[in-house]
């Protein structure tokens, strides 16, 4: 230690940190700054420009989004969206915390039944969609033939405007609510032992127990999957493509299928990308908003 | 004992919820075309007739599942491969820049892809590369964000005494990362892996719009293009949907305990 080390065993300088770090960051460094960040600049740029296949791109400042604010087709794929994540969110949060309720205890067994109800999660959401579409075929299909046991003329599920919406989102919260249960069964089990047995002594009640401890306990947990449903079911697409193909009429248009259909079924570049910097607003809004509520409650419980 | 009863036949119920549709999908795959129509969806089709598959396979599907099988191989490799790395970079070194990049990557946890598929789309087009294996596969094989970050706070909870003293003993960054850092970070590794898995073989809009050739179809693509192609054939469509969704439920199988257990860990902040 009182004589200098050995040049090989020397601490690295700090030149050389940089150099080994910038080094292993290269290849991420590409694709993130590449393939994720330049895309969102080149949207926001290409919205300014009119440019559909073959022809020039040409400057036209904010014309899109005039065309924009009076285009009812992109409203109403907005409404329609909103639609498909308001029955998605509170349907799967709900359901996974119910389920998550269900699994947290001890029981024999209980991990083979954690384990199949997760498994729809992974389930190739094109295929799903042709699965469902399947089971919800007026003539043939499962639930009709189901329903018409107990003498029911079950609808035509996919081609009503009412009820295709409904349909296409009870796949996604079939999907995804085992998935999400996983979420809130860790949250769960997370909660010390003694404040989940504290109020049973008291005699509470087991739902007000929920309400007033467990509830807001998961607090964290509830964020994470809210946040991360919204962000997921304003991207809805695979599932619709194949089961509604955005019909019957417009009634299960969402905006990302608005946008396909803008970008590469009209080669509308420009407008399209309009329409995405449109989409991409409304989930930040969307995000930002949830972040804000669960802080505001957070702080004001603490203070309180 | 009563409430164990009513748990038990809830779970039960909700079980057979969640994978009745793969019965389904099972049975009628394995269905003739006249089976389909003399027996009820959730009967069998005796005998089981593999009429379906052998017209799948005719049409090409062979092709879509070694596509989607190599694709799915090299997209995952890359990205785990390519997160390692940024993530210890993250974790372990200090450079100039090093927490406002990390903050970079993590906000592109916020833009949603389908937002990114033109700008892909049209770069890859003046790179050349739409309609070939290189445009499917660059956009993600470079490393996601997610995974980044969820190994970085792996990495940053092993203590860093393992390493020092590999590196006293003349070892390099490369060598501690592969030989101590690594063996010990095997659970976030099944983790990043499975999410990673999944994702690459679901894909489905980015294959949509970035190949065209047949050589070059995903299952994910050949089979939502069915529907047109085929027209209302369900054994077919059930075929193909059996043999897109069957991997991913042989790897859950085997996997189970470690996925069940590693997902959880990935919603923890």
């Known amino acids: 230690m009182l004589r200098p080390a050995p040049?090989?065993?020397?601490?690295?300088?700090?030149?050389?940190?940089?150099?080994?770090?910038?080094?292993?960051?290269?290849p991420s460094l590409v694709g993130v700054l590449g393939f994720l960040l330049a895309p969102v600049?080149?949207?926001?740029?290409?919205?300014?420009?009119?440019?559909?296949?073959?022809?020039?791109?040409?400057?036209?400042?904010?014309?899109?989004?005039?065309?924009?604010?009076?285009?009812?087709?992109?409203?109403?794929?907005?409404l329609v969206t909103l639609y498909y994540v308001v029955i998605c969110v509170p349907g799967t949060t709900i359901l996974s915390l119910l389920l998550a309720l269900l699994v947290d205890r001890k029981l024999r067994g209980m991990k083979y039944f954690r384990a199949l109800l997760v498994i729809p999660w992974m389930a190739t959401p094109v295929a799903l969609g042709l699965v469902w579409s399947w089971i919800f075929d007026p003539g043939r299909g499962a639930l009709n033939q189901f329903l018409g046991l107990f003498g029911i003329h079950g609808p035509a599920w996919l081609s009503s405007p009412v009820l295709a919406m409904p349909s296409v989102a009870a796949v996604h919260i079939w999907q995804f609510a085992g998935y999400n249960m996983l979420f809130f069964l860790a949250g769960l089990q997370n909660i010390p032992r003694s404040l989940r047995e504290a109020s049973s002594l008291d005699g509470a009640s087991p739902v007000a127990h929920f309400f007033t401890i467990t509830l807001p306990l998961?607090?964290?947990?509830?964020?994470?999957?809210?946040?991360?449903?919204?962000?997921?079911?304003?991207?809805?697409?695979?599932?619709?493509?194949?089961?509604?193909?955005?019909?019957?009429?417009?009634?299960?248009?969402?905006?990302?299928?608005?946008?396909?259909?803008?970008?590469?079924?009209?080669?509308?570049?420009?407008?399209?990308?309009t329409i995405s910097v449109l989409l991409f607003a409304?989930?930040?809004?969307?995000?930002?908003?949830?972040?804000v509520y669960f802080e505001r409650r957070t702080t004001y419980e603490v203070s309180g | 004992m009563r409430l164990r009863i009513v748990t038990y036949a809830v779970l039960v119920a909700g079980c057979l919820f969640a994978i009745f549709p793969y019965f389904l999908t099972l049975l009628t795959a394995f269905k003739g075309p006249g089976q389909l129509s003399e027996t009820m969806p959730w009967e069998p089709g005796l005998p089981?007739?593999?009429?379906?598959?052998?017209?799948?396979?005719?049409?090409?599907?062979?092709?879509?599942?070694?596509?989607?099988?190599?694709?799915?191989?090299?997209?995952?490799?890359?990205?785990?491969?390519?997160?390692?790395?940024?993530?210890?970079?993250?974790?372990?070194?200090?450079?100039?820049?090093?927490?406002?990049?990390?903050?970079v990557y993590l906000s592109t946890l916020m833009v949603p892809p389908v937002v990114t598929m033109i700008p892909l789309?049209?770069?890859?087009?003046k790179l050349g590369l739409v309609d070939t294996w290189a445009g499917l596969m660059l956009p993600t094989m470079l490393g996601t964000p997610y995974a980044i970050?969820?190994?970085?706070?792996?990495f940053r909870g092993i203590p860093v005494d393992l390493e020092d003293a590999a590196r006293i003993d003349g070892a390099g960054r490369f060598r501690t990362l592969v030989s101590i850092v690594?063996?010990?970070?095997?659970?976030?590794?099944?983790?990043?892996?499975?999410?990673a898995v999944v994702a690459n073989w679901n894909s489905f809009l980015w294959p949509l719009i970035i190949t065209s050739s047949e050589d070059k179809r995903l299952l994910s693509v050949g089979i939502a293009l069915f529907k047109g192609e085929i027209g209302v054939d369900y054994n077919a469509v059930m075929a193909g949907s059996l043999i897109a969704l069957a991997p991913l439920l042989v790897l859950f199988v085997v996997f189970q305990r470690f996925i069940v257990r590693s997902v959880a860990v990935t919603g923890l902040k």
């Not at chain 1, 009119?50 to 899109?64: M, R, V």
């Not at chain 1, 409304?282 to 972040?291: D, E, G, P, R």
């Not at chain 2, 490799?77 to 993530?87: C, E, N, R, S, W």
């Not at chain 2, 970050?149 to 792996?154: A, N, S």
């Open chain 1, 7 to 26: 040049r090989r065993t020397r601490r690295i300088g700090r030149g050389r940190q940089t150099a080994v770090a910038y080094a292993l960051l290269a």
């Open chain 1, 41 to 78: 600049v080149i949207v926001l740029v290409l919205s300014l420009f009119d440019w559909k296949l073959l022809s020039t791109p040409e400057f036209i400042g904010l014309a899109n989004y005039r065309k924009l604010f009076t285009d009812s087709d992109v409203w109403h794929s907005l």
């Open chain 1, 218 to 273: 998961l607090r964290p947990t509830m964020l994470f999957v809210l946040i991360t449903n919204v962000i997921g079911s304003f991207q809805a697409f695979d599932t619709i493509f194949v089961m509604t193909e955005g019909g019957p009429g417009d009634s299960t248009e969402v905006t990302t299928y608005l946008i396909y259909d803008e970008a590469f079924k009209k080669f509308d570049f420009g407008y399209a990308s």
């Open chain 1, 282 to 291: 409304v989930v930040l809004v969307a995000t930002i908003s949830q972040f």
């Open chain 2, 48 to 103: 089981p007739s593999t009429a379906a598959f052998h017209r799948l396979f005719a049409s090409g599907f062979g092709g879509y599942l070694v596509n989607t099988a190599l694709v799915t191989a090299g997209i995952t490799l890359g990205q785990v491969v390519f997160a390692i790395l940024a993530a210890y970079a993250f974790a372990r070194l200090s450079f100039p820049g090093r927490d406002a990049l990390f903050w």
């Open chain 2, 121 to 125: 789309y049209l770069m890859m087009q």
């Open chain 2, 149 to 154: 970050f969820l190994l970085r706070q792996f």
């Open chain 2, 182 to 195: 690594l063996p010990l970070s095997k659970p976030i590794l099944v983790t990043v892996t499975t999410l």
